[in-house]
């Protein structure tokens, strides 16, 4: 089973900071997503990266997944209050079918 | 509007009780999942579905049953619950299950077993 492991696993900011989290493995993935998931719903999709050193950028949110395929982080630039919930990477390897969800790092962004 | 539905939201149950979660999506998904959330431990996969009358067992399947008889429908059954299995729960569908693609999650079933 592929492991994938976040840090922080919490982070408390103000607004207008910038942060990274990250999302490490010791398998390599055929591809990784990004998710992020508010109180009271299910994880909705940022973005997914599939090329080794690919960079992704969505607003104020980059994503970049490692050369190796072994690892993600997700920079945020002045962070707003509308930033905060669960960030969650996922990586499949081998069967397409097989999603591995990180442990998840919980942000919060305050006034 | 496309979505994935569950039901119920909420449910505080005893232990040994046979229940039901039901899941359905209206976006013609071959693909279905299904996972439970604990704290510190991410999204855990415990059945999936790759099309109508196919299941495999995922990362946490003891415990669990599911069955996909219609395409839209793809229910998880707890024949004995168990406190341990005290969890958010959480159905997902994409469109054929390949690699990279979108999942689209339900809003969640907290669930309870005293």
């Known amino acids: 089973t592929q492991l994938l492991e976040q840090s922080p696993q919490f982070l408390s900011i103000q607004e207008g900071e910038n942060l990274t989290v990250y999302c490490n493995s010791s398998?390599?993935?055929?591809?990784l997503q990004w998710y992020r998931q508010e109180p009271g719903e299910g994880p909705v999709l940022l973005v997914t990266?599939?090329?080794?050193?690919e960079v992704k950028k969505l607003k104020r949110l980059t994503f970049q997944f490692g050369d190796a395929r072994k690892d993600s982080s997700l920079h945020i630039t002045a962070a707003q209050p509308g930033d905060t919930g669960l960030y969650l990477c996922?990586?499949?390897?081998?069967?397409?079918?097989?999603?591995?969800f990180g442990t998840g790092t919980r942000l919060q962004v305050t006034l | 509007e496309a979505q994935v539905t569950q039901n119920p939201r909420y449910l505080i149950t005893v232990t040994g009780k046979k229940l039901t979660v039901t899941c359905s999506q209206n976006?013609?998904?071959?693909?279905m999942s299904w996972y439970r959330q604990d704290p510190g431990l991410g999204l855990r996969q415990i059945y999936y579905?790759?099309?109508?009358?196919?299941?495999d067992k995922g990362d946490v399947p003891e415990g669990y049953k599911v069955s996909r008889k219609e395409k839209r429908n793809f229910p998880l059954i707890l024949e004995s619950p168990s406190p341990n299995q005290t969890s958010l729960y959480f159905c997902?569908?994409?469109?054929?299950?390949?690699?990279?693609?979108?999942?689209?999650f339900g809003s969640g079933t907290q669930l309870s077993v005293l």
């Open positions: 997902a569908s994409s469109p054929t299950g390949t690699y990279g693609e979108k999942l689209f």
């Open positions: 398998s390599v993935f055929s591809s």
């Open positions: 990266v599939v090329t080794g050193g």
């Open positions: 996922a990586g499949t390897a081998g069967t397409a079918s097989k999603l591995t």
């Open positions: 976006m013609n998904h071959e693909y």
């Open positions: 579905s790759m099309n109508v009358e196919v299941t």
